[in-house]
């Protein structure tokens, strides 16, 4: 049975490291920003020369993309983090479950995506004046298929720093940009070559993007790519948690989880 408490212990722990260590903060409220004025004056040109829906399709995108993206390493990035500053060790010597660490890093990757998230479409408004709340309540939902496929993505990267060690972990920064040729981020996914579409198609991230421009583009949400997404989540979810499952019990018994930390 999951304790809430000690979740929110995890949670608490790194809200406070978040408001002392300069990197993490940096990454929660700079970074956004910095990458949200780069695409920013870019989308701005594009508009100018071309149109204004491509330029809110740019926009639209990015602000999308760092969901993805911030989330899917957060959750990698941190276990790392506790590696590094031998916090492991504390967490397997209390009564907190790995369940219920994981579920703290999740929450905490929730929170700073949300500060990210509203610090970015402040700036958009101001300076850009793209209304990402154009998208309605079609945005929640993209929002939300986006974030459990970056907390499956986010569990995947904890499997694979368990089972190879934390030399791997900078694959934690790494593999979101492998995924973001196929994910049709910025254009739609009939524009790829038939293989990378296949891939493409596979992918929940890709009909996200594909919705989003359906509903910048038409005024309605495109209901089709909301559940295919769905569906592909739920695939994906499943298949990273009985991963981590699986590869949890094996470190323990085979005992690397001790080399590890």
Request: aromatic residues 16%.
């Amino acid at each position: 049975k999951m304790n809430l408490n000690r979740v929110s212990a995890i949670i608490l722990r790194h809200i406070f490291l978040t408001m002392h260590q300069l990197e993490r903060f940096f990454d929660v409220i700079i970074s956004p920003v910095l990458v949200l004025i780069l695409w920013g004056f870019l989308a701005t040109y594009v508009q100018n020369i071309q149109s204004q829906t491509l330029a809110a399709f740019l926009l639209g995108g990015m602000i999308l993309w760092v969901v993805f993206e911030k989330v899917s390493t957060d959750i990698g990035v941190n276990f790392m983090f506790d590696i590094w500053d031998k916090n492991v060790i504390n967490v397997l010597a209390s009564p907190i479950t790995f369940v219920e660490y994981l579920a703290g890093l999740v929450t905490i990757s929730f929170i700073k995506i949300l500060i990210a998230l509203t610090s970015m479409w402040l700036m958009a408004g101001i300076f850009y004046n793209f209304q990402i709340t154009t998208l309605g309540f079609g945005l929640s939902l993209l929002w939300i298929n986006l974030f459990i496929f970056a907390v499956s993505f986010g569990i995947f990267n904890i499997s694979l720093i368990l089972r190879y060690g934390h030399s791997i972990g900078p694959l934690t920064w790494i593999l979101p940009f492998l995924v973001q040729p196929f994910a049709a981020v910025f254009y739609p996914i009939n524009i790829l070559p038939p293989v990378f579409q296949k891939i493409a198609y596979l992918l929940p991230i890709s009909h996200v993007f594909e919705g989003m421009r359906f509903t910048l583009r038409t005024g309605q949400f495109d209901y089709t790519s909301f559940w295919i997404a769905v569906l592909l989540n739920a695939i994906y979810l499943t298949a990273s948690i009985v991963l981590f499952a699986f590869t949890l019990k094996k470190v323990i018994r085979s005992g690397r989880l001790v080399k590890l930390i």
